[in-house]
């Protein structure tokens, strides 16, 4: 059973550009560019570009294509 902080850190998972390039299996000038164009979400904390994976893996599961 996991503990309540536990829960917590898998709802609120934040990412680098880095980390988002590799989850997505991107360069990071394509995060950066993404990023850019408003399409994907980001925080500015302590002026660095972080991500919530679950904002991430949401966007990514409203893309699909097809049946």
């Known amino acids: ?3 309540i902080n536990e829960e917590l850190k898998d709802q609120i998972a934040w ?3 880095g980390e988002v390039a590799i989850h997505l ?3 990071k000038r394509v ?3 993404l990023t850019s164009s408003g399409y994907l979400p980001y925080y500015k904390i302590g002026g660095r570009n972080r ?3 679950s904002e991430i893996d949401q966007l990514i599961l409203k893309q ?3 049946t």
Do not use: D
Request: aromatic share 12%; net charge positive; proline share 0%.
């Open 15 to 17: 990412m680098t550009v």
């Open 31 to 33: 995060i950066y560019n």
């Open 1 to 3: 059973m996991k503990t």
């Open 51 to 53: 991500f919530l994976k």
């Open 64 to 66: 699909r294509v097809g």
């Open 25 to 27: 299996r991107v360069s």
